[in-house]
């Protein structure tokens, strides 16, 4: 297996004892970006900007999430909240 598999394992074991954690959420959400499943990162981001709303990493990963899915439209829409929430 690779690293990303023992990766994902353990984050969502983290998630299963702190689902709210948004750093977990964003970790597991890069993951799954990076296997292509652009969907479920982007659900993933969105709980982790839901969990907490100044990370601004979570933000950065939707939006590419999004471009990478052919959505600049909601890229673009994530970095104002983005913005939005740091001013």
């Known amino acids: 297996k690779s ?21 977990a959420l964003n970790s597991l959400a890069a993951v799954c970006h990076e296997r292509g499943k652009a969907d479920e990162a982007i659900k993933l981001f969105e709980q982790a900007i839901t969990a907490n709303p100044e990370f601004a990493n979570a933000y950065y990963g939707e939006a590419i ?22 001013v």
Do not use: M, Q
Request: aromatic share 10%; net charge negative.
């Open 3 to 23: 690293d990303r598999d023992t990766g994902e394992k353990f984050l969502r074991k983290a998630l299963e004892i702190a689902p709210n954690d948004a750093w």
């Open 65 to 86: 999430a999004y471009d990478s899915s052919h959505k600049p439209d909601a890229s673009i829409e994530t970095l104002h909240r983005l913005f939005a929430s740091v």
